[in-house]
């Protein structure tokens, strides 16, 4: 392919996606890169990816933010989980929290002592053995866990934030360290003829800008990737089928949760992520069970407090490009693909596939093979963060809409199903590879979603009966105790992190 070297590199759209990828570029490339990113004020964005997981503090701290420093100027708050609602029944309810549950024990996770101690009668759930999930539960929050390292870790946290805040604060960081931020509109893309590769984008006012690389955040109509490339796209509609969006910012009410809800409705789910100056909302829908008034309607039904602007719709298909990187262009953020927010991994995916373009930066042209194998580890990462989505629609006792009924009869992909019958069989969880959910996280879902291993692992019986009551039972102790010397939530967030002005 390509052998000309890598100088300039030009980011086509802002948000969150363009100016995280500035900022990545900018701080772990030297000066011999000439970074520009092209952006139109009178092009918006979508802006509602304003929940985490926690692996946004490794690119923060890549970055050298202040913590505190990032979190007032982009109204944020911390989050310990992810709240199911109704998902499995009407009136059930679970959480998906963040960090460890327990401790595991010789050479057992955790979880497999916890099926045992159910049936023999034991009555607590799987979170009232997670640190996160009872400090979420109780409103409560504090960075670091007193807690003696041999019983239980440290807590582990994401953020809520506001992302047009956070696309504002990475552009200051990014233009202080040389990128220049283009306004204006783009009207062509100019290729060259004998390879197709991108050379330069025209603006409304005549100007190009040239470029060795382009880098596509342009959002879904992925003007470079798409428009431009005709790369295509995989529809995953059939598996994930909501397809709409409704997304209302409320007045923030009295509830000042460290987690993220998430309450099902009859023809998709319901966000809620408190800010601190608000809390975003929004409906995730299939457009064939509900129309968009109905949707509407339904969300502003719900919403904590008092509605500050009027829904404001989205449409989008589930999928993904058939490559991310295509010739000297590399999507991110919406322009790479959709999987609906529902365990908070859009921020995530833009970060990982910067992370993953600087382990395969093209320094002296470009090759054939580094593009392979950046295309098939974001394919895998996506295909595996699907199937965790699509776990929540199939594993359901709902039957009360049409929807739920066309979810829990749905056909599923063959990854997805070993997983579940391996679950369902003997409480056993395999990950493959650098697969982003762990353990833990499926540990969660599985039983959230009622799956309910027939049996436990045998060496669980080791144990007498005294000694696993007293394991628990110590478990359970410790949490309580760190809990309790928890200070509240909203209480951390004024004392550490309160919002500035804006």
């Not at 890169?33 to 490794?58: C, H, K, M, N």
């Not at 679970?94 to 049936?119: D, V």
């Not at 058939?322 to 322009?335: E, I, P």
Request: include cysteine; charged fraction near 20%; hydrophobic fraction near 40%.
């Amino acid at each position: 392919m390509s052998e000309r070297p890598i100088r300039e590199i030009a980011i086509v759209g802002g948000g969150t996606a363009g100016w995280m990828t500035a900022a990545s570029l900018a701080r772990f490339l030297d000066s011999r890169y000439r970074i520009r990113l092209v952006e139109s004020d009178e092009i918006g964005i979508v802006g509602v990816g304003e929940a985490t997981i926690p692996q946004i503090q490794l690119f923060n701290t890549a970055l050298g933010l202040d913590e505190n420093d990032f979190l007032r100027q982009t109204h944020g708050t911390f989050k310990l989980g992810i709240q199911f609602v109704d998902w499995l029944r009407p009136g059930h309810a679970y959480i998906h929290a963040f960090g460890q549950i327990g401790r595991a024990l010789g050479l057992l996770p955790f979880h497999q002592y916890w099926l045992r101690y159910r049936a023999s009668g034991g009555t607590l759930g799987i979170d009232a053995f997670s640190l996160n999930a009872a400090a979420a539960l109780q409103s409560k929050f504090t960075r670091q866990s007193k807690a003696p390292t041999a019983t239980l870790p440290p807590m582990t946290y994401a953020f809520h934030f506001d992302a047009s805040l956070y696309a504002r604060y990475l552009r200051q960081y990014a233009e202080a360290r040389g990128v220049a931020r283009i306004e204006g509109k783009i009207v062509q893309v100019k290729q060259c003829e004998a390879d197709g590769f991108i050379e330069s984008v025209v603006l409304t006012n005549g100007e190009q800008v040239t470029g060795d690389l382009f880098i596509d955040c342009s959002g879904f109509r992925g003007l470079l990737i798409e428009q431009t490339l005709k790369t295509g796209y995989d529809d995953w509609s059939h598996l994930l089928p909501c397809d709409r969006a409704m997304a209302v910012p409320c007045a923030r009410g009295r509830e000042f949760t460290p987690y993220t809800r998430s309450t099902a409705r009859p023809a998709g789910w319901q966000w809620r992520i408190p800010l601190q100056h608000r809390t975003g909302n929004g409906y995730v829908y299939c457009s064939r069970h509900i129309s968009d008034d109905e949707a509407a309607a339904t969300l502003l039904a719900n919403l904590d407090g008092e509605a500050l602007a009027e829904p404001r719709p989205l449409r989008f298909v589930t999928g993904k490009r058939k490559q991310f990187w295509n010739r000297n262009c590399v999507a991110m953020g919406l322009a790479s693909g959709f999987l609906e927010p529902l365990e908070s991994t859009s921020i995530h995916l833009i970060q990982s596939a910067i992370s993953r373009l600087l382990a395969f930066f093209p320094g002296d042209g470009f090759r054939q093979a580094d593009i392979d194998e950046y295309n098939r580890q974001s394919a895998f990462e996506i295909e595996r963060i699907r199937d965790f989505l699509i776990l929540h629609y199939k594993a359901v006792e709902r039957t009360d809409t049409s929807f739920w009924n066309d979810c829990r009869n749905m056909p599923i992909p063959e990854e997805l199903e070993r997983k579940l019958q391996l679950f369902a069989a003997s409480g056993r969880i395999v990950r493959h590879n650098d697969e982003l959910f762990t353990e833990v996280g499926w540990l969660q879902v599985l039983l959230g979603q009622g799956v309910r291993p027939a049996s436990y692992h045998p060496l669980a019986d080791q144990l007498t009966s005294g000694q696993l009551a007293d394991f628990m039972s110590m478990i359970r102790s410790v949490i309580d105790h760190e809990v309790a010397g928890m200070p509240s939530h909203a209480d951390f967030v004024a004392q550490n992190c309160h919002r500035a002005n804006s």
